[in-house]
Antibody
Framework: EVKLLESGGGLVRPGGSVRLSCTASGFYFGNYAMSWVRQTPGKGLEWVSLLTGSGGRTFYADSVRGRFTISRDNSKNTVYMEMSSLSAEDTAIYYC??????????WGQGTLVNVSS | SYDLTQPPSVSVALGQTAIITCAGSNIGTKKVHWYQQRPGQAPVLIIYINNNRPSAIPERFSASTSATTATLTIARAQVGDGADYYCQVLDSGSWVFGGGTKLSVL
């Protein structure tokens, strides 16, 4: 059974930084791209970033490019999202997602990042 | 950027067929995926690559794609099908979601 467990969310001041982590189990982690998708409370889904299984290629949404950095440690079955220069518009639930062939196959339960003073 | 347009809400009578659309330019050339999100829960994949279902998803869920519109069909709608539904494609290195459709089963 695939499991994805996010952590690292919480209250962050505007302009601040935070690092999200997602630990995976139930599949061979290094074989799969991993992504972050966010959802503003009460709103729709927004893809944020994706990192290939080898870690060789990264993709970012325009809204976060230059401020967010996705990385992974395949030895720890963990993917990270370093988020900086945060604003209220970044307040959302951040989901860790296993991706294959453009499909978001499995989702974590999400971690809430609240950017507020 | 690529846009996917879904109706904000759709209503269906219990036991009837619900249809949710997702419009996008040349969407017929893309792989379309659908997700269900029940209140307070994470999204769940229900249809992938146009009309394939994960093993846990009932046959009542099906989908199709024309040149400009992808369609999710839910036959014999149940109370538990009341949820938000999202379409999604990959376009030029960007994974794009539709705005979502809230399905109400009356």
């Amino acid at each position: 059974e695939v499991k994805l467990l996010e952590s690292g969310g919480g209250l962050v001041r505007p302009g601040g930084s935070v690092r999200l982590s997602c630990t995976a189990s139930g599949f061979y982690f290094g074989n799969y791209a991993m992504s972050w998708v966010r959802q503003t409370p009460g709103k729709g889904l927004e893809w944020v970033s994706l990192l290939t299984g080898s870690g060789g290629r990264t993709f970012y949404a325009d809204s976060v490019r230059g401020r967010f950095t996705i990385s992974r440690d395949n030895s720890k079955n963990t993917v990270y999202m370093e988020m900086s220069s945060l604003s209220a518009e970044d307040t959302a639930i951040y989901y860790c997602v296993k991706e294959i062939n453009s499909v978001f196959e499995s989702w974590g339960q999400g971690t809430l990042v609240n950017v507020s003073s | 950027s690529y846009d996917l347009t879904q109706p904000p809400s759709v209503s269906v009578a219990l036991g009837q067929t619900a249809i949710i659309t997702c419009a996008g330019s040349n969407i017929g050339t893309k792989k379309v995926h659908w997700y269900q999100q029940r209140p307070g829960q994470a999204p769940v994949l229900i249809i992938y690559i146009n009309n394939n279902r994960p093993s846990a998803i009932p046959e009542r869920f099906s989908a199709s794609t024309s040149a400009t519109t992808a369609t999710l069909t839910i036959a014999r709608a149940q109370v538990g099908d009341g949820a938000d539904y999202y379409c999604q494609v990959l376009d030029s290195g960007s994974w794009v979601f539709g705005g979502g459709t809230k399905l109400s089963v009356l």
